[in-house]
């Protein structure tokens, strides 16, 4: 469904965030994308919906190639793709049903969005997911005064109500508690499950990226140097990733985890 | 370069870096600051004399307010606060309305690099034309009264309100912007739900503040013939009638004070 083929980023700097990236996501799998810091995790999927120009090469969405679109196409390509950030980046002093509706803002005219008069199907919609994630109750509260996690479920609807095929995902749980982090990404990756959702996760943490996911693409300096199932990730891969350290203990850590992460319930 | 030995700064004093490097440099512009200093205050000439007799004046000027006459002017005080705060409000709300977009413009991370060149030339512009400069220019084109007055303001208006606008926006958190950009929206949904509500606070703030200066501006352009409360006040003084010219004076301050405290109100809703 989506293909990125030879993608690559030159910063003016020169620097060559993406190496000619290659990497096909199938219909409904959800990935991780780990790797360093600076090693392009955020700037590949920033390419995908042109938050990021890409230098050369193409993203192809069903056949369509993103990086070609001009900029009426692009909005309508967008709508596809559903973004989560690291931050939440919520419009803070909007409040949290706004903040979900302006997912529909592809979809709905400019004085429509300015009076707040959505479609009453966008309306009921953002009802039911803000049910779903559990604020239903936090509807008109503004954004700031929300939770990390809470805001970070905000950001999940606000996804999910333009209806992607894609989502986006980029470090969700990097300003999270180790509990709340779990959560999100196990609300995440079952979202993903129910509406047959294709996602690539941003993610640093090792042991939680092969909790909850079937893939995992590895990137290091631009280029992927790993993609294989979370158990292909053994301590001489990851040193490959990331350089020298002791793996033993994340890896260890992940069979624990498998344990409890039955009981963290939501 | 050599590494740096722990035993070497171990029982050293520390100092924060100074700001200018050289100590040459850095003596060499204390000297020269405290020279300059000395110099300007060997050139200010008081006629002491003189200063004695304005005493006397000033000090009838002081007593005024003890005794501030609202009642013998009365209907040239009204008539002319009125007018006053008519230019005021309407050039406010004109100079609000076109420093907005200008302000966009003005934004080097919104706006593309030809607009925002043309807009922060026309904020140079105002800001660089002080407004007694830009008074006397539009009564001499528009005639005395209110009308340049008026002009006057909304053209400062724009100057001050885009500058402050523009840098509030250049300071936005990217993210929130960029996240509304990611669903799809298009360019006037994304300043309307990625950036206004970012600004919205300051602009507020900024435009309260701006109609306190424009009522304080509008008394001081009445000295130069472009109306208002400030034609009165200057009339008052001619007559030497100081104890008008208090009461006027106390209107302002007072309506200055009523504004500010406004503004407080206001401001303190919105954030």
Not at chain 1, 62 to 78: F, M, N, T, Y
Not at chain 2, 64 to 80: K, L, M, N
Not at chain 2, 220 to 248: K, S
Request: charged share 20%; glycine share 8%.
């Amino acid at each position: 469904m989506l293909e990125l083929k030879k993608l690559t980023k030159t910063y003016k700097t020169g620097d060559q965030a993406l190496k000619e990236i290659d990497l096909q996501v199938p219909k409904g799998q959800v990935l991780a994308l780990i790797g360093p810091s600076g090693a392009g995790k955020s700037t590949l999927i920033r390419c995908i919906n042109r938050l990021v120009e890409p230098t050369t090469g193409s993203a192809l969405l069903d056949g369509v190639d993103l990086a070609k679109l001009g900029s009426s196409a692009l909005r309508k390509a967008r709508r596809e793709m559903g973004m989560i950030f690291q931050e939440y980046a919520l419009v803070e002093r909007l409040t949290v049903m706004e903040n979900v509706l302006s997912g529909r803002l592809g979809y709905v005219g400019f004085w429509r969005s300015f009076l707040r008069r959505y479609p009453q199907s966008d309306v009921d919609e953002a009802f039911r997911l803000l049910d779903r994630v559990g604020l239903l109750h936090m509807a008109d509260k503004r954004a700031d005064e929300l939770s990390g996690g809470q805001r970070q479920r905000v950001g999940i609807c606000r996804a999910l109500i333009q209806n992607p095929k894609l989502l986006l995902v980029d470090e969700p749980t990097a300003s999270l508690d180790p509990k709340t982090s779990r959560q999100i990404m196990r609300l995440i990756t079952e979202l993903c499950r129910e509406r047959d959702l294709a996602a690539i996760i941003n993610i640093h943490d090792v042991a939680l990226a092969q909790m909850f996911v079937p893939r995992v693409v590895g990137l290091r300096l631009g280029e992927i140097v790993f993609d294989g199932p979370p158990n292909g990730l053994t301590s001489e891969m990851l040193t490959e990733i990331y350089g020298e350290e002791d793996w033993e203990a994340t890896i260890e850590a992940i069979d624990e985890d498998d344990d409890d992460s039955v009981e963290a319930a939501e | 370069m050599s590494q740096m030995q722990l035993e070497d700064k171990l029982g050293m004093a520390w100092r924060k870096p100074p700001f200018v490097k050289s100590p040459a440099l850095r003596w060499a512009l204390t000297a020269g600051f405290i020279a300059y200093m000395i110099a300007a205050f060997a050139t200010i000439e008081v006629n002491w004399g003189r200063v004695y007799e304005g005493l006397d004046r000033g000090w009838a000027f002081v007593l005024a307010f003890t005794s501030p006459d609202f009642v013998s002017r009365a209907s040239d005080i009204w008539e002319g606060l009125v007018e006053s705060i008519v230019m005021t409000v309407a050039a406010s709300v004109v100079g609000i309305l076109i420093s907005i977009p200008i302000g966009l413009g003005a934004a080097r991370n919104i706006a593309p690099l030809p607009v925002y060149l043309v807009c922060r030339a026309i904020v140079a512009i105002s800001r660089a034309l002080q407004e007694i400069i830009v008074a006397i220019l539009l009564v001499a084109i528009f005639g005395f009264g209110p009308l340049a007055g008026f002009l006057t303001l909304s053209f400062a208006t724009i100057g001050f309100l885009s500058k402050l606008l523009a840098e509030d926006i250049e300071a936005m958190d990217k993210v929130q912007a960029e996240a509304i950009k990611a669903s799809g929206a298009r360019w006037t949904q994304w300043i309307n739900y990625g950036i206004q509500p970012q600004v919205m606070p300051r602009l507020v703030g900024l435009s309260m503040y701006r109609i306190d200066i424009n009522f304080r501006e509008s008394a001081i352009l009445g000295l130069v013939g472009a109306g208002g409360i400030g034609a009165t006040l200057n009339t008052a003084f001619d007559r030497y009638e100081y104890d008008t010219a208090a009461a006027i004076l106390l209107l302002i301050i007072g309506i200055v004070m009523a504004l500010e405290y406004l503004s407080g109100i206001i401001r303190a809703k919105v954030q």
